[in-house]
């Protein structure tokens, strides 16, 4: 990394860093709780450029050495270990520079958050409500895996099994900045239950995936809100189906409308509809963002446009293949299982080669 502008930016990083510390420990930024979050979340971006910088500077301090062993002692051991030792840091050394290179590109300002996450039947009618069922086992499944937290908000069950509608969020580590790239339309070709003659059909479900706004991102006035109570229905029992525990939130200036209706608690599930109202709120000002990406990104990754095809699941073959960056692998049901991490690793390495592009560094 021989180039002194990053050198430069990245010493100015860490000054930064350094000041960051400070004012989270100071008792006046402790108090202002929206000013505190801001900090706490920048200093957590720029703790991961500061650690990589410093191990750059290690090796690259190991490097001169062994360079200077191999080029002045006599000891023919000494001369050995250094070598071996280069070609170590040689291979270390660029894969680092890239790794410090992607930290100095602006992430998504999403990417930390929980998300909302939204399964829909498209086009193909009981088989299509079958379908987002299947996907959403699958997502179940990943995100059990990766130890993220699911809360259903609400579910509208097909009429033969699978959902017609299920809404749910999904809390841990960074999930929006991993999650943001299923946003879009799933199709799948296979033989339906239902059918009788042994016929391919087509059949399609839509996901989306919001980033979960947090408190401090919208101010949302109360008296902007009409608070409708009604009967859940669907599974839950007697207490559920007969009482009014399920809320509408509809927000009177832009016209949303957001129901929770899965848990026994009139509370709880008025907490889980205003989380996701804000985050639809939210999501008005940032979809101007992922439009801008869109205009200047081929592969629209996280654009989160929902209207594309953006992978097909064929069973008779056995194969799903991801249309955005023509990956493609034959273990649809490992797949179906929950291992979809294939594909998000192969979408991230193309939105981060666009990302390194576009920047110039």
């Not at 209706?261 to 009139?266: F, I, N, P, T």
């Not at 291992?339 to 080669?353: K, R, T, V, Y």
């Amino acid at each position: 990394m021989a180039d002194n502008i990053i050198l430069d930016r990245l010493e100015g990083l860490k000054h930064k860093f350094e000041e960051v510390a400070q004012q989270i420990t100071d008792p006046a930024v402790m108090s202002d709780m929206k000013r505190y979050v801001k900090l706490n979340k920048e200093y957590r971006e720029l703790d991961l450029v500061v650690k990589a910088f410093s191990e750059y500077k290690m090796l690259s301090s190991n490097f001169d050495s062994a360079k200077e062993i191999l080029n002045n002692e006599k000891d023919e051991e000494l001369k050995e270990m250094a070598k071996a030792e280069i070609e170590e840091l040689q291979e270390k050394l660029p894969e680092l520079e890239e790794k410090i290179k992607l930290l100095l590109i602006p992430a998504d300002p999403e990417d930390s958050k929980n998300a909302i996450l939204e399964i829909r039947a498209g086009t193909g009618g009981d088989e299509a409500s079958l379908f987002a069922g299947d996907i959403y086992r699958m997502y179940i499944r990943y995100c059990e895996n990766r130890g993220w937290k699911i809360e259903l908000t609400n579910i509208s069950e097909g009429t033969v099994g699978g959902y017609k509608e299920i809404v749910m969020s999904v809390k841990g580590d960074g999930v929006y900045g991993v999650m943001k790239y299923e946003s879009g339309v799933h199709r799948v070709q296979r033989i339906p239950k239902t059918e009788t003659q042994g016929r391919v059909h087509t059949s399609a479900a839509t996901v989306a995936v919001l980033p979960e706004a947090e408190e401090f991102d919208v101010d949302i006035s109360m008296n902007d809100i009409r608070k409708d109570t009604f009967c859940s229905s669907g599974p839950g029992g007697q207490s559920v189906n007969t009482t009014y525990s399920a809320i509408r939130l509809t927000h009177m200036p832009t016209g949303i409308v957001v129901q929770c209706q899965d848990e026994k608690s009139q509370i709880k599930n008025f907490e889980k509809a205003l989380v996701e109202l804000r985050s639809r709120i939210y999501n008005l000002e940032y979809q101007k963002y992922l439009d801008n990406i869109a205009s200047k990104r081929k592969t629209m990754v996280s654009t989160g446009d929902r209207s594309a095809k953006i992978r097909t699941y064929n069973y008779p073959q056995g194969r799903v293949t991801d249309h955005r960056i023509n990956f493609t692998q034959y273990n649809l049901q490992a797949i179906m299982d929950g291992d979809i991490q294939p594909f998000i690793d192969q979408l991230q390495m193309a939105e981060n080669a666009e990302r390194l592009k576009e920047s110039q560094l």
